[in-house]
């Protein structure tokens, strides 16, 4: 979050050099002096490391690395405007942005990142009233209340959250930025931040990373795990760039979902299961009136499994007495398949390195071939770098292989 420190007022002259094409027309279209444009362009340029415009007696026009550039801050402050706008309820002009600074914006987010104003002038290194002060000001500013005390502490309000959304897509817009100069120079950086679920985690994501990093050393890549809801927000506030896993069958708007391709549901039991020998070793499909012998793990309610998982208990009759065991946690599932007569829906890639060690078995499903969609889930309106692009196109190489395996 280090990029929220750049000085919005020198974004938005930077904004205004590039449309207006010169350093004295952008001065006269922000009421400011000539002095003061340049000053805040140059500053950007030594925050950049690269020259964003060639001045000239005619004016200003912006150099391959000025348009990169340009591109990305318009996208970052188009962010923030329509964090304001939400936030101010209809506020659509440029005017709602000069009621904030970066400092402010910065302020919020540390508040909310570390659950309260304490903690935050701690882990920054700063006095609480200056963080303090920081949350006040934009209060102050924009009319609005961040912050309400409740049972559980010092909690963000709704408009709060609007606001660090927008400030976090901004940030991720500049970060992205810095990337495409630097990759413009020559210099490999960036940082791209993955959720995967667990089927990617175990088989997708490895094979795809491992020769990312070979093409691209210098570019930092971080796994997030957790539930998809987790994971989901994390996308949407502009604290993650892709999901891959299980896609879901309703997507909110602001996201995109990509098939990648249709994992196949067994059911996975222990080795020497019961079931084994009523299946001819697991070669055919089980009866339902014999699946119905046997206690069950399920994932989660949240999980797209768990809705397969229930279709096939419908079906079962009589119903197991013993309720299933609600499990999300792969290793854990494990354990519990290992250790008892338990039965569990689940994709065969997600336990290959089981199965080829002879400790599980899967068992077709009773009712023929039944599936679900693995893909990648990115934001509606995100654009990826070059590296990004690149690292989306070795994921894609990679679930493709995982399938031939």
């Given at each position: 979050?280090?990029?929220?420190?750049?000085?919005?007022?020198?974004?938005?002259?930077?904004?205004?050099?590039?449309?207006?094409?010169?350093?004295?027309?952008?001065?006269r279209?922000?009421?400011?002096?000539q002095p003061?444009?340049?000053?805040?362009?140059?500053?950007?340029?030594?925050?950049?490391?690269?020259?964003?415009?060639?001045?000239?007696?005619?004016?200003?026009?912006?150099?391959?690395?000025?348009?990169?550039?340009?591109?990305?801050?318009?996208?970052?402050?188009?962010?923030?405007?329509?964090?304001?706008?939400?936030?101010?309820?209809?506020?659509?002009?440029?005017?709602?942005?000069?009621?904030?600074?970066?400092?402010?914006?910065?302020?919020?987010?540390?508040?909310?990142?570390?659950?309260?104003?304490?903690?935050?002038?701690?882990?920054?290194?700063?006095?609480?009233?200056?963080?303090?002060?920081?949350?006040?000001?934009?209060?102050?500013?924009?009319?609005?209340?961040?912050?309400?005390?409740?049972?559980?502490?010092?909690?963000?309000?709704?408009?709060?959250?609007?606001?660090?959304?927008?400030?976090?897509?901004?940030?991720?817009?500049?970060s992205?930025a810095?990337?495409?100069?630097?990759?413009?120079?020559?210099?490999?950086?960036?940082?791209?931040?993955?959720?995967?679920?667990?089927?990617?985690?175990?088989?997708?994501?490895?094979?795809?990373?491992?020769?990312?990093?070979?093409?691209?050393?210098?570019?930092?890549?971080?796994?997030?795990?957790?539930?998809?809801?987790?994971?989901?927000?994390?996308?949407?506030?502009?604290?993650?760039?892709?999901?891959?896993?299980?896609?879901?069958?309703?997507?909110?708007?602001?996201?995109v979902?990509?098939?990648?391709?249709?994992?196949?549901?067994?059911?996975?039991?222990?080795?020497?299961?019961?079931?084994?020998?009523?299946?001819?070793?697991g070669?055919?499909?089980?009866?339902?009136?014999?699946?119905?012998?046997?206690?069950?793990?399920?994932?989660?309610?949240?999980?797209?499994?768990?809705?397969?998982?229930?279709?096939?208990?419908?079906?079962?009759?009589?119903?197991?007495?013993?309720?299933?065991?609600?499990?999300?946690?792969?290793?854990?599932?494990?354990?519990?398949?290992?250790?008892?007569?338990?039965?569990?829906?689940?994709?065969?890639?997600?336990?290959?390195?089981?199965?080829?060690?002879?400790?599980?078995?899967?068992?077709?499903?009773?009712?023929?071939?039944?599936?679900?969609?693995?893909?990648?889930?990115?934001?509606?309106?995100?654009?990826?770098?070059?590296?990004?692009?690149?690292?989306?196109?070795?994921?894609?190489?990679s679930?493709?292989?995982?399938?031939?395996?």
């Amino acid at each position: 979050m280090d990029n929220l420190l750049v000085n919005l007022r020198h974004l938005r002259a930077l904004q205004a050099v590039a449309r207006e094409g010169g350093f004295s027309a952008a001065a006269r279209a922000l009421h400011l002096s000539q002095p003061a444009v340049t000053q805040a362009v140059t500053a950007l340029e030594r925050y950049f490391a690269a020259s964003l415009f060639e001045r000239s007696a005619q004016g200003a026009i912006a150099t391959a690395a000025g348009h990169l550039c340009i591109e990305r801050i318009n996208r970052a402050m188009q962010h923030l405007k329509e964090g304001m706008s939400e936030t101010l309820k209809g506020a659509t002009d440029d005017s709602a942005l000069r009621l904030v600074t970066a400092t402010q914006l910065h302020a919020l987010l540390t508040v909310m990142d570390e659950g309260g104003f304490g903690v935050a002038a701690r882990a920054k290194g700063l006095s609480r009233g200056a963080v303090h002060a920081g949350v006040r000001t934009l209060e102050l500013s924009t009319g609005i209340s961040l912050f309400e005390k409740t049972s559980n502490g010092l909690q963000p309000t709704r408009d709060a959250q609007r606001l660090a959304r927008a400030t976090r897509l901004a940030a991720a817009e500049l970060s992205q930025a810095q990337a495409e100069l630097a990759a413009l120079s020559g210099v490999d950086r960036g940082k791209t931040v993955i959720g995967a679920m667990p089927l990617a985690r175990s088989l997708i994501v490895p094979r795809a990373l491992l020769r990312f990093s070979e093409n691209r050393p210098g570019h930092v890549l971080s796994l997030m795990d957790g539930a998809y809801e987790s994971l989901l927000r994390a996308l949407q506030r502009g604290m993650a760039d892709i999901l891959i896993g299980a896609l879901r069958e309703s997507a909110p708007a602001d996201v995109v979902q990509e098939r990648l391709f249709d994992d196949p549901l067994a059911l996975i039991v222990r080795t020497g299961h019961p079931l084994a020998a009523l299946t001819d070793g697991g070669v055919k499909p089980p009866k339902l009136s014999d699946l119905a012998r046997f206690p069950w793990i399920a994932a989660r309610a949240d999980a797209p499994l768990r809705r397969h998982f229930e279709r096939l208990q419908e079906s079962l009759s009589p119903r197991c007495a013993i309720q299933p065991i609600e499990c999300n946690s792969l290793v854990a599932a494990r354990g519990l398949l290992l250790g008892s007569d338990r039965v569990m829906l689940l994709s065969a890639h997600q336990v290959r390195f089981e199965l080829d060690a002879g400790q599980l078995l899967a068992l077709p499903h009773p009712f023929g071939r039944v599936s679900r969609a693995i893909g990648l889930t990115t934001r509606r309106n995100w654009r990826p770098t070059q590296a990004q692009t690149e690292l989306l196109s070795g994921l894609r190489a990679s679930s493709v292989e995982s399938l031939e395996l």
